[in-house]
T-cell receptor, first 113, second 115 residues
């Protein structure tokens, strides 16, 4: 198993550009989520999905879109990048909600100029 | 509101000494509690979790944590620290009744183990 994979590892954007952060898992997990990590703030939930075709907003959803057309993939789209979106982005997945452990990808470091 | 507090930004300990990384939480119902570790430029790795049952939970790499309901704490411990344990540690909580799966993270504690 590759686990949770994310691409790209690093990205630099200019303000106003759009891009998609890719996330895939090969563990047949139903639950997937996106977090952003900012210094001194821990991780904050952006969007999540409890299964293919179902997505919902987390704590900090503004400026981001998601879709879940397959169980394996959960891309995060930045519609019009802003400097405030400079962060490290982590995708996570788990088999179910409940007490299941969420497993994290290696992260994407995004800089918006 | 749900929250997690890690009161120490950094913990310094000598190799071979016991270590403790503190975590307290606030949820309205019963919690699931997790510890993750992050090495530089890496993702979060799962260490251990408390779901139910025995209050002392044993995890990876010799770490353990004790769930204390009355003190709403879930401190991470290890009897003998290694230099390789130096990393950023996150405590996280999820309310059992949550239907979002949202993990609430503390701000992280940097553990520095000196030879």
């Amino acid at each position: 198993n590759a686990g949770v994979t994310q691409t790209p590892k690093f990205q630099v954007l200019k303000t106003g550009q759009s891009m998609t952060l890719q996330c895939a898992q090969d563990m047949n997990h139903e639950y997937m989520s996106w977090y952003r990590q900012d210094p001194g703030m821990g991780l904050r939930l952006i969007h999540y999905s409890v299964g293919a075709g179902i997505t919902d907003q987390g704590e900090v959803p503004n400026g981001y879109n998601v879709s879940r057309s397959t169980t394996e993939d959960f891309p995060l789209r930045l519609l019009s990048a802003a400097p405030s979106q400079t962060s490290v982005y982590f995708c996570a997945s788990s088999y179910r909600l409940a007490g299941d452990t969420q497993y994290f990808g290696p992260g994407t470091r995004l800089t918006v100029l | 509101a749900q929250s997690v507090a890690q009161p120490e930004d950094q913990v310094n300990v000598a190799e071979g000494n016991p270590l403790t990384v503190k975590c307290t939480y606030s949820v309205s119902g019963n919690p699931y509690l997790f510890w993750y570790v992050q090495y530089p430029n890496r993702g979060l790795q799962f260490l251990l979790k408390y779901i139910t049952g025995d209050n002392l939970v044993k995890g990876s790499y010799g770490f353990e944590a004790e769930f204390n309901k009355s003190q709403t704490s879930f401190h991470l411990k290890k009897p003998s620290a290694l230099v390789s344990d130096s990393a950023l540690y996150f405590c996280a909580v999820r309310e059992i009744s949550s239907n979002t799966g949202k993990l609430i993270f503390g701000q992280g504690t940097t553990l520095q183990v000196k030879p």
